[in-house]
């Protein structure tokens, strides 16, 4: 049977990582996972910008786009950490807190919504894990990725706080390690696991911290033989791509070490070839990798 | 060292905030936290020294490297909440028009695209990306809604009267 969908992609997939967006749509769909573009949707909005400097407005943009999807009777499907968590910390004070609720819905009632309280999203990860199941992902395996030690970094937005995102354990997520050997995969244990990917220090004023924090962490899953860097946030993406080309032009050693979103190893595991998952337009490419992927 | 009490702020925080009494300065979160790469932070000497002993210290450019990812309230042993108290610093910074120019463009961008960064003038690039891998092409997103909604929440005066360039 398939599931529908209502396809929340966020700003930073569309625009700077579309080739994500194009694995969502072919992974997903081989998984009987439908998903219905909404064009109303807006940004979720970012949650360390605007979710922090004028806290009703964030709730009440995020509302808005929650009752589109409830308008639709559909479960939100994202590709997005921040995401994620600006939806779902909206949905845990809204429901909690009545007069919160009337007062983010005479906010929006303008523009012809209302946040019922029945909206649910989900982590295409989640969806993979709890509607999917880890079977079927392991049956649409046609071409397990046996050679590759896949470092998984699942970012911080999804973990916590625990309470609200209910996703895995903060300081010990195993998830995306399951996930890794579904492909046939080797996870590698590393110790900076659960160390954030640096991206404010980067964005919001300390790039040199950054490039170090990029630089420990990178050496980490190098000593633990890894090949590529898996993650599921396009924030972590960009900073474990762009940010790593730009760190070694100066300020770390050059690891090579390449990054895929999960969607895109699943690409492949499914049988898609280097060059359709978008491998080209990464800033980090190695050749060793490319050979362990047969 | 006593920590010295001269915020004057600190009232209306420890009111809203009343954990933040309880640390003990244990410094097991700098243990977990992300920014201890920047230069001169951590979540002790930012958040305890800063909120205890600085006399304005939404002034502190190191808040805006807080990423919100909760892991010093998770560790926490005695369930304190630095994260609020980080959140509610950069709120009042915000207002002062004391937040860094990427805060406040990406803000101007949520409003008036719908986006959370500057894409138009990069849009024909951007679209031909993504008609070469047989996506749809980006459009303008619904941002009367948006600005019904600010409107009303007064966000947009926040930005307009605020000091900041």
Known sequence: ?294 | MPVQIQYKAKDRLLKKYPKIEVCLKCNTCAIVDPVIYANGFSPTNTFINNVFSASEPEKNPNIWLCVSCHKCEEICPYEVKPVEVIEALKDEAFEKGYAPEAIREEIKQVLTTGYAFPIFQSLAYINRIRGNLGLKTLQERKIEDIKKIVNKTGLEAKIVGGKSR
């Not at chain 1, 819905?105 to 209302?114: L, Q």
Request: hydrophobic residues 40%.
């Open chain 1, 1 to 294: 049977m398939t599931a529908k969908y209502a396809f929340f992609k966020g700003c930073f997939v569309p625009v700077r990582l579309p080739w994500v967006e194009k694995a969502a749509y072919k992974t997903l769909g081989n998984l009987d996972i439908q998903l219905v573009d909404v064009d109303e949707f807006t940004c979720c909005p970012e949650p360390v910008g605007v979710g922090i400097v004028d806290n009703l407005t964030w709730l009440a943009i995020a509302a808005r786009n929650l009752a589109i999807a409830e308008e639709k009777n559909l479960d939100i499907l994202t590709i997005c950490n921040g995401c994620t968590y600006t939806l779902r910390n909206t949905i845990h004070k809204l429901n909690e807190n009545k007069t919160l609720l009337t007062k983010v819905n005479e906010i929006i009632a303008d523009t012809g919504h209302s946040y019922k309280g029945k909206a649910k999203v989900h982590h295409f990860v989640e969806v993979l894990r709890d509607d999917v199941g880890l079977k079927k992902l392991k049956n649409s395996v046609k071409r397990p990725l046996s050679e590759l030690t896949v470092a998984t970094h699942t970012g911080c937005h999804i973990l916590s706080p625990k309470e609200v995102m209910n996703f895995d354990n903060p300081f010990d997520p195993t998830t995306l390690d399951d996930f890794v050997v579904a492909l046939g995969a080797t996870p590698a244990e590393y110790d900076m696991k659960t160390m954030c990917c640096g991206w404010t220090l980067m964005t919001y004023g300390a790039r040199e911290g950054a490039y170090k924090l990029l630089g420990d962490k990178l050496s980490d899953m190098k000593k633990a033989k890894a090949d590529c860097v898996a993650v599921i946030c396009p924030q972590c993406f960009y900073q474990f791509d762009m940010g790593q080309w730009i760190a070694s032009r100066k300020d770390i050693p050059q690891y090579s070490l390449p990054v895929f979103f999960y969607l895109q190893l699943l690409d492949l595991a499914m049988g898609a070839n280097i060059e359709e998952v978008g491998y080209s337009l990464h800033k980090v490419q190695n050749l060793s990798l490319v050979a362990k992927i047969r």
